[in-house]
């Protein structure tokens, strides 16, 4: 019996100085899409099906930096994903073309209606455009849904509105997520998201201080400013060679050690003497243990992994008996 296998790939488009004009039109989809959660998986799945009735490719278009970013710089919302991370996760959905807009000075003061003429119109050709009825954009945010719903009746577009995506009576958004990781309530933000937190990065050299102390970590340096989780928690890992392994992580600046700025995840593995530096892992938070602290000692920082540890392999027991 023969058997056909049909392979979707992704194809990435930075910036529109790089987009070739759809002839017949697509489907498409704009939004941030911080953290991949259930709700924006709803969005995309419909977007999948409305392309696939019309026999034209799906878009979805994000910007980056994010809007908030570029107004507010550091003051901005940490990010529940880094770029590489989003980029990874939409190529495991049922995406055609993943179209990546620098947001600029352009683009922070062009009007709405410039936005629809130049960008939807002439450069994508859109011909069907799902959004949430909340979606604003534009300079001073003057687009909205009812805006595109009348441009569309002029230039030949429907305008869906995908509704807001529910659990438990709660709209589902970053926002929620991001509040949910900032208290340490790890098990909403999974709920919400449909998965397990996680963060992805690359194993680097650190000053090798754990190994000391009988607790040695695989360091990942995040490339942000602020992170939505912070503290010591009980984790796995994937990444390495298709295992995955439970562990201890830390998130913060390491006050006992140096108290830098800069952000590191610290991860100590159960059970694993393998060198991994250069590797690109995925952690996947489970429970927050406690928050960062600051130690009088590198003693009193060890007697408190011992109690770490112990208690996350508590949580790992127990969730073996669920």
Same mark, same amino acid.
């Given at each position: ?10 194809r990435?488009?930075?910036? %529109? ?18 953290? $991949? ?14 392309g ?7 878009v ?5 930096? /994010?809007?908030?970013?570029?107004? $507010?710089?550091?003051?901005?919302? =940490? ?19 993943? +179209? ?9 003061n062009?009007?709405?209606? /410039? ?5 939807l ?5 859109v ?20 805006? $595109? ?21 709660l709209?589902?958004? =970053? ?14 933000a999974?709920? +919400? %998201?449909?998965h397990?937190? =996680? ?23 995040l ?6 989780? =912070? ?21 913060g ?11 590191i995840l610290?991860?100590? +593995?159960?059970?694993?003497?393998e ?20 130690? /009088?000692?590198?003693? /009193? ?16 027991a127990?969730?073996k008996? +669920?």
């Amino acid at each position: 019996m023969e058997i056909l296998i049909i392979i979707r790939i992704m194809r990435l488009i930075r910036g %529109l100085s790089h987009l070739e004009r759809f002839n017949n039109g697509c489907v498409l989809t704009i939004g941030n899409f911080d953290g $991949l959660h259930s709700g924006h998986r709803a969005v995309i799945k419909k977007l999948a099906e409305r392309g696939a009735e019309r026999n034209l490719p799906a878009v979805i278009m994000f910007f980056e930096p /994010q809007p908030l970013e570029y107004f $507010l710089g550091e003051n901005a919302p =940490s990010r529940l994903m880094r770029l590489r991370e989003k980029v990874i996760e939409f190529a495991k959905l049922p995406v055609d073309n993943l +179209l990546i807009v620098r947001f600029n000075r352009y683009l922070a003061n062009c009007d709405a209606e /410039q936005f629809i003429d130049e960008i939807l119109i002439n450069k994508l050709n859109v011909k069907h455009l799902v959004i949430g009825d909340d979606f604003h954009f534009g300079k001073a945010r003057r687009g909205n849904f009812a805006m $595109l719903r009348e441009k569309g009746k002029i230039y030949g577009f429907n305008v869906e509105d995908t509704g807001s995506f529910q659990y438990e009576g709660l709209r589902v958004s =970053s926002t929620l997520i991001r509040d949910a990781l900032g208290t340490g309530d790890v098990a909403q933000a999974e709920r +919400l %998201l449909g998965h397990s937190y =996680s963060i992805c990065g690359r194993v680097a050299h650190g000053d090798k201080r754990g190994r000391t102390i009988g607790f040695p970590t695989a360091n990942i340096i995040l490339f942000r400013k602020n992170t939505p989780v =912070s503290g010591v928690f009980a984790i796995t890992m994937t990444g390495i060679d298709g295992l995955e392994f439970e562990g201890i992580a830390n998130v913060g600046t390491r006050p006992t050690v140096d108290g830098g700025a800069k952000v590191i995840l610290e991860v100590h +593995l159960f059970d694993f003497d393998e060198e991994i530096y250069g590797r690109y892992v995925e952690v996947h938070f489970k429970q927050k243990i406690r928050d960062e602290m600051r130690f /009088q000692s590198l003693e /009193q920082l060890k007697d408190q992994i011992e109690k770490d540890v112990a208690a996350t392999k508590e949580i790992f027991a127990e969730i073996k008996k +669920l």
